[in-house]
């Protein structure tokens, strides 16, 4: 299933932004980040926080600084993940990883200034009460209860038989913290209420983990060309595919994405795109 | 070709709802309305709102089932029973909105640190408060409205335990939500941090805990066992007498005592000819509480009427008593004055205990009572129903129109309808003939009016057939009328007014006397009991009780308290005495021979008053009674 045709649009607001922030040239440290923010990128992430943003009756330009900070701290997280002492993975985004480019050090120090730069760019860019929020929203989605805990209780899992529980604290540290912080930073950037801020949370947190679980599937059925990344990568790992299988799993994330479009409800017509993005998480094959 | 179900599939799908996924928001209902709110104040307000209208929906009609056990008289029917859900609701729905409301603004004024990582727990800490204490009050609510009656079978115990368990569990959610909504808004982190221990594992253990409390309160405010023997029937094993108790209101014995030596009240002397037994009064000078402890040998926290004046619910036939002093007559007035109550009087509404004409009635004795308190509406119920000419009894034969309960039976009012100009008119040679002129013309006035009372009753009286009844009881108030007209006032008055006014109640005592000559007369197989309490004058301190008439004993003397009367009367005419009754007969007014042939027998129960239902629908004469209790100096 391909990306919907109005997230081009999104797609390169997002772009234009990143590219401001992190110039591909210069120094090798700004060129590692540039890296991996500039490969090419489906966006998910800024491109929900520009939509919700939207959704509740904001500009996108108004929530763009949220979004790429969303993404800066996406591409944080994939530099770490990808080192060897971490996953080691060879491929992301269809090319080399950071790491194995620019070498261990320049990754790590580059993973490290997307994360500053995240932040430094949402408190510049907002007012102090919303830009306290917001980096607050962030932050929380980088910690303990999110990327740092995700990946560190994954890195204890690997090779070993997980509980589902286990499994699904990984997902929601490393995957769904994100997705709701960024939904969440967009439609704060627009003002919105916290009605309005709980729904988008929810619809966030349940496609979230459809994501995860699609990425789940696809790492054992996907097709490397489109993917990106190596199949069977996660074969030391246990995923929802252990749990449920191959149609459990498909079924469970589509019953996800259900839900997440339930949560859409109060916003009636004017949440079709964010529908339309569930859709795709469901039957996506990249 | 349907796909096979997957077992792992279904699991997965739980333990997800478990943790927070596969849920769109069940909240909606109650954060709905704030969903265009920013500020923490709006939201509050807005979601306290829905939370008032559970509250309203869920509470309202639980205690108005509660409210109608404990004040019997309130509700009187199903409409009666829907109108005080309306009010429950209201008062509930104002109450748990300003709770909510309050509570998710203090919770939303915690320190920012507690609203970050902990907002979660202060919460859930709001709504485990609220929802225990509507636990508490439900489970209390369920034992207080059970008190008196046998509906406590486990099974309804168990399914209204479940289901105020439902309610309180609701109701705390939907605290526990506002409240973090109220902090989300404030700035905590908006996103909540998914528990580890799966939601249904704890609202099914909240449930589970929940249940075992209440339970366990239930059984902490569990009461002694109530008697739930039914009625037994009632043998009458007596002297073959019949039994007319003559109840004077204002009496002063010791005026008596000095008026017997005049020798204009030979109708009295004979009726104390044989001593008299002193009678205690109530402290609480009211005439409908302290006659219908006489009538039902109950005290008025078990008969249940606590005062003349009550208070009638807007909407409702049923009526509460009115406190005649402090925070709580204010409060009367306020209510008065919004329309939401207006005052009445009491009424047999109010009544939970037999009185001695209906129990002997149910003895199969034939029983008559006259304008006794609290005896309005009457009906006509049971297989030998007693004659009640209620308090209202005299309004209604004097406007005409279709009874409200004023009189019963229906054929007497018939009866006592055609036979009215001859009744007043023997009432009015009564007083012409009996009533002592006085100068004053304030204190003729007054004495006439209590007298046309007084001669009224016991015209009306001797044409019941007196000698074709077993009991006949007249209540007489136009002495304690009087009384409290002429010295009741409080206010100061001149030695030669005072002397006056004195000399005019003794010409009342002349007017009595004359009165009840005739009524009182000895005849065959019959004892009559005079009854007499000081009224509203509280320097009097005790009344009396005489008994004349075949078996009275020669000399009759002792103390007795209000309680003892309808014990008294009951035995006399052979009924058992329920052990139920706190007072004791007072056999020693019966000769010796009579007491030996027939002691007191007992029985377990009298068996339950139901109050009159179906009644009272337009309530005519409401007010006018009202009005002419206020003539007559009862209600102000």
């Not at chain 1, 769904?176 to 009605?195: D, E, K, N, P, Q």
């Not at chain 2, 010295?487 to 009165?515: E, Q």
Request: charged share 20%; net charge neutral; glycine share 8%.
């Amino acid at each position: 299933m391909h990306l919907p045709s109005f997230f081009s649009e999104y797609q390169r607001l997002a772009d234009d932004e990143l590219r401001r922030l992190v110039p591909d040239r210069g120094e090798a440290v700004q060129r590692s980040m540039a890296y991996t923010v500039l490969a090419p990128s489906k966006r998910v992430r800024p491109v929900l926080t520009l939509l919700c943003a939207e959704l509740c009756g904001g500009r996108a330009a108004q929530a763009s600084p949220a979004a790429a900070s969303v993404e800066l701290i996406h591409a944080a997280s994939l530099i770490l993940d990808d080192l060897p002492s971490m996953d080691d993975a060879p491929l992301r985004r269809g090319r080399a990883t950071n790491h194995r480019e620019f070498g261990e050090a320049i990754a790590i120090l580059a993973a490290f200034a997307l994360l500053n730069e995240a932040f430094g760019h949402v408190s510049r860019s907002y007012e102090p009460a919303l830009a306290t929020r917001m980096t607050s929203l962030l932050s929380g989605s980088v910690g303990l209860d999110g990327l740092v805990g995700g990946q560190a209780a994954d890195l204890l899992a690997t090779d070993q038989q997980i509980d589902f529980d286990m499994l699904e604290r990984i997902h929601r540290g490393k995957t769904g913290a994100l997705f709701v912080a960024a939904a969440a930073c967009g439609a704060l950037a627009a003002g919105a209420a916290a009605h309005a801020v709980a729904s988008l949370s929810a619809y966030a947190k349940n496609l979230g983990l459809a994501f995860q679980i699609v990425d789940d599937l696809l790492d054992v059925e996907g097709d490397p060309s489109e993917t990106g990344k190596a199949v069977r990568g996660d074969a030391r790992k246990t995923t929802f595919v252990s749990f449920s299988g191959v149609a459990g799993a498909r079924q469970l994330a589509r019953e996800l994405c259900d839900t997440a479009n339930l949560a859409l409800q109060p916003f009636g017509r004017r949440a079709d795109r964010l529908r339309e993005l569930s859709a795709f998480v469901a039957g996506r094959s990249m | 070709m349907t796909t096979p179900k997957d077992p792992r599939v279904d699991d997965l799908r739980q333990r997800l709802r478990s943790l927070g996924y596969l849920d769109a928001g069940v909240d909606r209902f109650v954060l709905g309305p704030a969903r265009d709110a920013r500020r923490p104040v709006a939201i509050a307000a807005l979601a306290s709102l829905r939370i008032g209208v559970l509250a309203a929906v869920l509470l309202g009609p639980a205690a108005a089932i509660g409210i109608g056990t404990r004040l019997p008289g309130l509700v009187t029917g199903t409409r009666d029973a829907l109108v005080v859900a309306v009010y429950l609701a209201l008062l509930f729905g104002t109450a748990a909105t300003a709770l909510s409301f309050v509570a998710s603004l203090v919770a939303a004024r915690l320190p920012a640190t507690l609203l970050g990582r902990r907002a979660r727990l202060v919460s859930r800490a709001a709504g485990v408060l609220v929802g225990a204490g509507c636990l508490v009050y439900l489970t209390l609510w369920w034992r207080i409205a059970n008190a008196n009656a046998a509906l406590l079978s486990p099974l309804w115990t168990v399914f209204v335990l479940l289901v105020a368990v439902g309610i309180s569990l609701l109701l705390g959610h939907a605290t526990s939500i506002t409240a973090f909504a109220v902090m989300a808004a404030r700035g905590g982190n908006a996103t909540a941090r998914v528990d580890r221990t799966p939601a249904w594992r704890l609202t099914a253990a909240a449930a589970v805990v929940a249940f075992a409390g209440a339970a366990g309160l239930l059984l902490l405010a569990a009461p002694a066992p109530a008697s739930e023997t039914p009625a037994p029937h009632l043998a009458v094993i007596s002297p073959g007498v019949r039994v007319k108790l003559v109840a004077i209101d204002g009496f002063d014995p010791a005026a008596m005592d000095a008026l017997a030596a005049t020798g204009r009240v030979p109708t009295l002397v004979r009726l104390f000819a044989n001593g008299a037994i002193r009678l205690g009064a109530d402290a609480v000078r009211d005439p409908a509480r302290e006659w219908t402890t006489i009538a039902t040998g109950q005290p008025p926290t078990v008969h249940g009427v606590q005062g003349l004046e009550t208070r009638r619910v807007a909407g409702l036939q049923g009526s509460v008593a009115s406190e005649p002093h402090g925070l709580a007559r204010a409060l009367g007035d306020v209510t008065d004055l919004l329309r939401l109550t207006r005052p009445s009087t009491a009424s047999g509404t109010e009544l939970r205990a037999k009185t001695l004409w209906e129990v002997a009635a149910d003895a199969g004795l034939r029983a008559a009572v006259i304008n006794w308190w609290a005896t309005w509406p009457a009906t006509a119920s049971g297989a030998n129903p007693p004659i009640v000419l209620s308090d209202r009894a005299t309004l209604r034969l004097e406007r005409g129109g279709a009874l409200d309960g004023e009189i019963a039976p229906v054929h007497v009012y018939d009866r006592l309808r055609g036979e009215w100009p001859a009744i007043r008119e023997q009432a009015a040679n009564t007083i012409a003939t009996l009533l002592p002129s006085t100068p004053d013309p304030d204190a003729a006035a007054a004495l006439h009016r209590a007298a046309e009372v007084d001669a009224v009753q016991v015209a009306v009286a001797s044409r019941l057939d007196p000698r074709s009844l077993d009991l006949l009881a007249v209540y007489l108030p136009g002495l304690d009328i009087a009384q409290h007209a002429l010295l009741g006032s409080g206010d100061a008055v001149a030695p030669s007014a005072l002397a006056a006014r004195l000399d005019a109640l003794r010409g009342y005592y002349f007017f009595l006397d004359g009165l009840l000559r005739e009524m009182t007369a000895p005849a065959n197989n019959e004892i009559v009991f005079v009854v007499a309490e000081p009224g509203r004058i509280a320097t009097i301190t005790r009344g009396a009780v005489a008994v004349s008439g075949e078996h009275a004993a020669a000399e009759i003397h002792g103390d007795a308290r209000p309680i003892d009367i309808a014990p008294t009367v009951l035995h006399v005419l052979g009924v058992p005495i329920s052990r139920e009754l706190p007072g004791r007969p007072l056999v020693d007014v019966l000769t010796a021979g009579v007491r030996s042939r027939f002691p007191v027998r007992q029985v377990d129960t009298y068996g339950r008053r139901t109050s009159p239902a179906g009644l009272r629908e337009g309530q005519p004469l409401d007010r006018e009674m009202i009005e002419r209790l206020r003539s007559l100096g009862y209600v102000r």
